[in-house]
Nanobody, 123 residues
Framework: QGQLVESGGGSVQAGGSLRLSCAAS??????LGWFRQAPGKEREGVAA???????TYSDSVKGRFTISKDNAKKILYLQMNSLKPEDTAIFYC???????????????????WGQGTQVTVSA
């Protein structure tokens, strides 16, 4: 079905903000989500949004990160505020055909992935 292409990663100091984008033109009928993987750690879910626009977040980012999508432009976003050094990771955009409404938690249930974008937060 084509690629998911992330952009917007970079380096920022603690307390700063970044916005990630993901071109997702072929996945608007699926759950869309953001995952991250830090060195030596397993990939973990960060946030997801279903086709109805319902958002879910991991406890570690709740209140700091916001997932959204522009249906007209077919772009998925992740606004990251109050960044912490522990947020340092490669961030991946993903789509799941498992369910359009109940976005799965496990990375193994997401079957389309972007190439990832590095986010580095310095103390």
């Amino acid at each position: 079905q084509g690629q998911l292409v992330e952009s917007g990663g970079g380096s920022v100091q603690a307390g700063g903000s970044l916005r990630l984008s993901c071109a997702a033109s072929r996945y608007t009928d699926k759950c869309l989500g953001w995952f991250r993987q830090a060195p030596g750690k397993e990939r973990e879910g960060v946030a997801a949004i279903n086709t109805a626009g319902t958002e879910t977040y991991s406890d570690s980012v709740k209140g700091r990160f916001t997932i959204s999508k522009d249906n007209a432009k077919k772009i998925l976003y992740l606004q990251m505020n109050s960044l912490k050094p522990e947020d340092t990771a490669i961030f991946y955009c993903a789509a799941s055909s498992w369910s359009a409404f109940n976005c799965p938690a496990a990375p193994s249930d997401w079957n389309y992935w972007g190439q990832g974008t590095q986010v580095t937060v310095s103390a």
